[in-house]
């Protein structure tokens, strides 16, 4: 046992500065299951930090790009971006990290320098901002993996498929590390940004109703932040009424299936709460429920707030005096919170039992069996699950 706890230092630092082999989830082709390989992930340049990968999870959005339809296809490819790690080594200029630390990577970044990071109100950074279509690192715009010199491409900066990957320091949030990382990996995307959308965003009072579009992982997480503002009446939307038990344990104290009335949903809402809710969250990407959710709020004070990403044809229609009568409608990108300066805290709140991170989390796989969460994920089975890195 002592043996083991001492060769662990000597192993990670042996490895800065050198080429490090280990296995990888590589897509090969769109739609076609991942093949693990051994690759080979270069060291961390300027601004860059090495990461070992401890526990990944399968979002949407792997398996979006994974399937490429619609978008410009980009293989072979390591998918991933929601995950926990530790860093191994850093590049140049990073002051922040250090080996050893634990940190959650996320798909958009903070640069804390341009006018986006300046601003308390914007997390869009300029720089680091979500580009699903560039495969390569910013310095250099090449790959830091390759398999026998062929480069496989990043995803989103993160490239959490792999036993270690290379990303911007500005796309990793330090967090506590005592924070297990078994569990809180799953906040490092869709979890903060639903639970961001209700709680930076939406803002509901204590006491007030809240109304949810969309009960996956996302919309469910908003349900969660509108549990800890302390909303009365937590009003589950969904087409898929199976939902609605599990939204249960999220909070969720009331349910509507669009598809049981024959008049809008938002007519159907405005008279359980006497003219309409004070928050909406819109969490489905359809436009129909788009504009449900801004129409159900009340006039004078209600806020809705999407979340969920359109069709890109998609063309959002309301009449301009539902603006009038004093709602208000806003958008959200990862739930408004900067990555490095907030993402900590939102691990803080489940160090301190606020937030329940568990209920999201219905499955786990080894890495060799990675194809089976994609599986679980297409068959609309549970929320996330999480992939262990160490068999
Ligand atoms: P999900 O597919 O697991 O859940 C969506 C739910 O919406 C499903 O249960 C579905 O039945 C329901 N739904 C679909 N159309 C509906 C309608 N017209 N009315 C009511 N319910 C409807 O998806 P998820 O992982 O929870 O993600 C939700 C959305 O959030 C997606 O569009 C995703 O792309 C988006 N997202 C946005 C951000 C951001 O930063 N803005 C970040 C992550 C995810
Ligand atoms: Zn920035």
């Not at 940004?193 to 109703?209: E, M």
Request: charged share 25%; aromatic share 8%.
């Amino acid at each position: 046992m002592c043996f083991k706890l001492r060769l662990k230092p000597l192993v990670m630092t042996s490895t800065v500065g050198q080429v490090i082999r280990c296995r990888a989830a590589v897509a090969w082709e769109a739609g076609k299951p991942l093949v693990m390989e051994e690759v080979e992930v270069a060291p961390p340049q300027a601004n860059e930090v090495r990461v070992k990968i401890l526990f990944t999870s399968l979002c949407h959005t792997d398996v979006y790009f994974w399937e490429a339809k619609g978008q410009n296809p980009l293989f072979p490819r390591i998918y991933g971006h929601e995950a926990g790690g530790i860093v191994e080594s850093v590049g140049e200029g990073v002051t922040d990290l250090k080996p050893g630390d634990h940190v959650l990577p996320v798909f958009t970044g903070e640069c804390k320098e341009c006018a986006h990071c300046k601003s308390e109100e914007s997390n869009m950074c300029d720089l680091l901002r979500i580009n699903t279509d560039r495969g390569v690192m910013l310095n250099d715009g090449k790959s830091r993996f390759s398999i026998n010199g062929k480069p496989i491409y990043h995803f989103v900066g993160t490239s959490t498929f792999s036993e270690y990957t290379v990303i911007h320091v500005g796309c990793l949030a330090k967090i506590n590390p005592l924070a297990p990382l078994d569990k809180v990996c799953v906040l490092s995307c869709g979890i903060s940004t639903g639970l961001g959308a209700t709680l930076n965003v939406a803002k509901p009072a204590k006491g007030s109703t809240v109304a949810v579009f969309g009960l996956g992982a996302v919309g469910l997480a908003a349900a969660e932040g509108a549990r800890i503002a302390g909303a009365s009446r937590i009003i589950g939307v969904d087409l898929n009424s199976n939902r609605f038990e599990e939204a249960k344990k999220f909070g969720a104290t009331e349910f509507v299936n669009p598809k049981d009335y024959n008049k809008p949903v938002q007519e159907v809402i405005a008279e359980m709460t006497n003219g309409g809710v004070d928050r909406s969250v819109e969490c489905t990407g359809n436009i129909d429920a788009m504009i449900s959710a801004f129409e159900c709020v009340h006039d004078g004070w209600g806020v809705a707030v999407l979340v969920g990403v359109p069709h890109k044809d998609a063309v959002f229609k309301t009449h301009p005096m539902n603006l009038l009568n004093e709602r208000t409608l806003k958008g959200t990108f990862f739930g408004n919170y900067k990555p490095r300066s907030d993402l900590p805290s939102v691990v803080e709140k489940y160090m301190s039992k606020e937030l329940e991170v568990e209920k999201f989390i219905t499955h786990t796989v080894p890495f060799s069996e990675i194809n089976k969460a994609f599986e679980y994920m297409l068959r609309g089975e549970g929320l996330r699950c999480i992939i262990r890195m160490e068999e």
